[in-house]
């Protein structure tokens, strides 16, 4: 009976049309290496759609048959998997197509968190017949955990997040540009982006309630799949709370302990490791990120407390009302997002703050090893005591850093200057963000 319900699974996506409308991601799929290739991200960014972007290259311009193709997404409400049945996939698959081998098929698995044993599954599929293998996941332990153990050495991961401002804008249609009426244009989208985030389905709709109403539900979707049920969770009921005062630390360092501490006097029953687990699984269902204070120690880096920067402004607004008209703080959050997807990546963030009584800085890019670059994030500098106060902060950090560059992000202003032997780039965010 299960294998007959695969069948139809498998003939039904065979079969399967490139749905309409779907747009390209530069994602850094190739149909060309030969290792597993791992898309990682949050859930609605468009990992599937880049498979099926991938399936449709493979049949229009490689000439490959749909019938050597094999996709399965494992959260299919019609079938749940034993460790020990995911062989019926490829047993289906052979007894529907008896011309073919293994060999020469290619695999496409879509979130594979929800299979337990998925990793043991791909690696024979790797080691015995196909290295031509590619999967979803909206948990970046599948990478940290599960994969790491089994699959090391023979995979790549690829991120996929919320869109950058300039695939927003892609995505809108419009090309940015720093000059003429465009740049009105180009401002006024870049608030919109500020406001309602990257995700892709919410760009074009018809009113910011709906676009709301999809956010919440991409939130319900990932707190509850993505950390309740993966994690197996009985205890859970506090988690809205905890999330929703993280949410509203943006800007500010935080600790386990002291959410704890507001936990407990909201008569919430939870302990403090399971605080430290529930940050955890968030961070790697892709809610948030958390930075540390730089230090060149990674010791005291890693002791030190944390900032959180949530992935999207819009999923962030549709957890908390706190930055309704708190641009500065929006703004603040959206080029973390940026530096992330310009200097980070799944292992490593290469991105802190720095905090001294004499003055901070918001953040600190360090490659390990390399040269950091400190950079402040101010919504304006027009105000004299904000611009002594965001100076004061970014030369501290340099002084500190030992380097003669630092940037300011800011909305629209541009500017170039040296203080104390340090070069100070100034630039628009929206500008910044859509160069090359």
Not at 34 to 51: C, D, L, N, W, Y
Not at 118 to 143: A, D, M, P, Q, Y
Not at 166 to 171: A, G, L, N, S, V
Request: charged share 25%; hydrophobic share 35%.
């Amino acid at each position: 009976m299960m294998k007959e319900i695969i069948k139809e699974i498998l003939i039904q996506n065979q079969d399967m049309n490139l749905s309409r409308g779907l747009r390209s991601r530069n994602t850094g799929i190739s149909l060309d290496l030969e290792k597993i290739q791992a898309i990682i991200g949050p859930r609605r960014v468009g990992k599937t759609s880049a498979m099926q972007l991938a399936i449709e290259e493979l049949k229009t311009t490689r000439g490959i048959s749909p019938t050597q193709i094999i996709y399965f997404n494992f959260e299919d409400e019609r079938i749940q998997f034993e460790p020990h049945q995911l062989d019926l996939i490829l047993q289906a698959w052979q007894e529907l197509n008896p011309e073919n081998k293994l060999e020469n098929a290619w695999f496409f698995f879509d979130e594979v968190q929800a299979a337990p044993g998925w990793e043991h599954f791909l690696n024979r599929i790797n080691e015995t017949w196909s290295k031509k293998i590619f999967f979803t996941g909206s948990n970046s332990s599948v990478l940290h955990t599960e994969l790491k153990s089994v699959l090391r050495g023979r995979s790549i991961a690829i991120e996929l997040l919320p869109l950058s401002f300039k695939e927003y804008c892609e995505f809108s249609n419009f090309k940015p540009t720093a000059y003429g009426p465009g740049k009105s244009q180009t401002i006024a989208l870049f608030h919109k982006y500020l406001i309602h985030g990257g995700y892709p389905e919410t760009i074009n709709l018809p009113s910011t309630q709906i676009g709301l109403s999809y956010l919440q539900e991409y939130y319900n979707a990932m707190l509850l799949r993505d950390i309740v049920e993966y994690n197996k969770l009985s205890n859970y009921s506090y988690l809205r709370s905890l999330y929703r005062q993280a949410a509203s630390t943006i800007g500010k360092t935080i600790s386990n302990r002291r959410l704890y501490n507001q936990l407990k006097s909201q008569q919430y029953s939870v302990g403090i490791n399971s605080i430290y687990e529930a940050m955890d699984m968030a961070e790697q269902a892709y809610l948030f990120k958390r930075i540390s204070r730089f230090n060149y120690s990674d010791s005291k880096r890693e002791k030190s407390d944390k900032k959180i920067y949530w992935l999207d402004n819009g999923l962030l607004n549709a957890n908390t009302a706190q930055y309704t008209g708190n641009n500065g703080l929006l703004l603040e959050n959206l080029v973390y997002k940026e530096l992330y997807l310009k200097f980070g990546n799944i292992y490593t963030q290469n991105i802190y703050y720095y905090s001294e009584p004499a003055g901070e800085c918001d953040f600190v890019i360090y490659p390990e090893g390399g040269i950091a670059m400190p950079v402040q994030v101010s919504w304006t500098l027009s105000n004299p005591d904000t611009r002594s106060r965001e100076m004061k902060g970014l030369l501290k950090a340099a002084a500190y850093c030992k380097v003669n560059e630092a940037w300011i992000i800011t909305l629209d202003e541009e500017e170039e200057l040296t203080i104390d032997g340090v070069h100070i780039k100034i630039m628009p965010a929206w500008k910044w963000m859509t160069k090359e």
